[in-house]
C-alpha cells in the first residue's frame, strides 16, 4: 500500500509561483517514478510532469514545459512541482500520483496510486 498526500496549493495572482509538494509513504519510493496530474472544473484530468526513480529523466506537457519544474528529494520521500509563471488556465485540482516501473509517463492509466489533491487558483 501506498500514501500520497499533496500539499502546498492555494491562491496565487497571475505571474505568481506556487511549489507543490507530495508525501510519498509505504513502499521503497526511490525505485518508482512520480507524476503530477490535473483537472480542471469540468475537465478531464491531464498529465502535468513526471520524474523518473533517480530523478534524471523528467517529461513535461507541452501547456507547462518551462514554466514548471518536477524534482524529487528521496531521502525525504517527497517530491516536488514548482510553479512559475502561473496563468489562469493553470487553475485546478494537482494530483501525484506513483507508477510502480521507474521511468516517467504521461499517462493515467499507468499509475497505480493517487493522492486526493491539492486545489490550485490563480487569479487574473
Known amino acids: 500500500q501506498v500514501q500520497l498526500v499533496e500539499s502546498g496549493g492555494g491562491l496565487v495572482q497571475a505571474g505568481g509561483s506556487l511549489r507543490l509538494s507530495c508525501a510519498v509513504s509505504?513502499?521503497?519510493?526511490?525505485?518508482?517514478?512520480v507524476g503530477w496530474f490535473r483537472q480542471a472544473p469540468g475537465k478531464e484530468r491531464e498529465f502535468a510532469a513526471a520524474i523518473s526513480w533517480n530523478g534524471r529523466n523528467t517529461l513535461y506537457a507541452d501547456s507547462v514545459k518551462g514554466r514548471f519544474t518536477i524534482s524529487r528529494d528521496n531521502a525525504k520521500n517527497t517530491v516536488y512541482l514548482q510553479m512559475n509563471s502561473l496563468k489562469p488556465e493553470d487553475t485546478a485540482v494537482y494530483y501525484c500520483?506513483?507508477?510502480?516501473?521507474?521511468?516517467?509517463?504521461?499517462?493515467?492509466?499507468?499509475?497505480?496510486?493517487w493522492g486526493q489533491g491539492t486545489q490550485v487558483t490563480v487569479s487574473s
Open positions: 500520483a506513483v507508477d510502480f516501473r521507474s521511468n516517467p509517463s504521461g499517462l493515467s492509466y499507468e499509475y497505480h496510486y
Open positions: 509505504g513502499r521503497t519510493f526511490s525505485s518508482y517514478a
